[in-house]
């Protein structure tokens, strides 16, 4: 059984700053592995996907990277800004037929000004 | 382009009442997903439904279940409702089954409290 877990829980910073949000998963063997935003009370808001075949994707302040003989991911948030602030959750979607996506927890991000 | 819709935004029901939770993906996507959210357990897949046809299934009870219609949108019922079926509920959908090459789009969610 997939188990995704996400370090750290909580964060707070200044603004500014270049952060880094960490995402682990039991097993290798995935199709994906996707990093997504979610603001209070709201859904969520996909900003990655990474390919099972490919390392790394950006956009604008943001670059993942996958490591799947280490089962991690990374989630860098360059030049961090209060509007930033919301939970990050990463999810892998299983193989062998499943495509049920296992989430980690989040990491709840605070940038203060 | 409208986004994921779902109604209603909130509900409040009774233990062993039944409630129907609706979802309206983007227009042209196929695929329909159901998630639930709680402090607790944290997002937990439910069903995903494609063309009408339900296509993966998380690991919840019988009493949950869903269907989508030949427009895409997509209704899930809960019956005999227990305390710790209160939860956000998220719809997402996408253009082809959900995961591999399509993000999902998701909605701003049902809140459902059972008293």
């Known amino acids: 059984k997939q188990e995704v877990t996400q370090i750290p829980a909580a964060l707070s910073v200044p603004e500014g700053e270049n952060l880094v949000l960490n995402c682990s998963f039991t097993d290798s063997a995935i199709y994906n592995l996707q990093w997504f935003r979610q603001d209070p009370g709201k859904g969520l808001t996909s900003l990655l996907l990474i390919q099972s075949s490919q390392r790394e994707q950006t956009s604008g302040r943001l670059n993942a990277s996958l490591d799947k003989s280490s089962g991690r991911s990374t989630l860098y948030i360059a030049a961090s800004q209060p509007g930033d602030s919301a939970t990050y959750l990463c999810a892998a979607l299983g193989r062998g037929g499943s495509y049920i996506p296992t989430f980690g927890r989040g990491t709840s991000l605070i940038v203060h000004p | 382009k409208a986004g994921v819709t779902q109604t209603p935004r909130y509900l409040i029901k009774t233990r062993g009442q039944q409630v129907t939770l609706s979802c309206s993906p983007i227009?042209?996507?196929?695929?329909v997903s159901w998630y639930q959210q709680t402090p607790g357990q944290g997002l937990q897949f439910l069903f995903e439904y494609f063309s009408e046809t339900q296509r993966n299934k998380g690991n919840f009870p019988g009493r949950f279940s869903g269907r989508q219609f030949s427009n895409s949108r997509s209704e899930m019922n809960v019956s005999t409702l227990e305390l710790g079926d209160s939860a956000l509920y998220l719809c997402?959908?996408?253009?082809?089954?959900?995961?591999?090459?399509?993000?999902?789009?998701f909605g701003p969610g049902t809140r459902l409290t059972v008293l």
């Open positions: 997402a959908s996408s253009f082809g089954l959900a995961g591999a090459t399509d993000t999902q789009y």
């Open positions: 227009s042209g996507h196929r695929s």
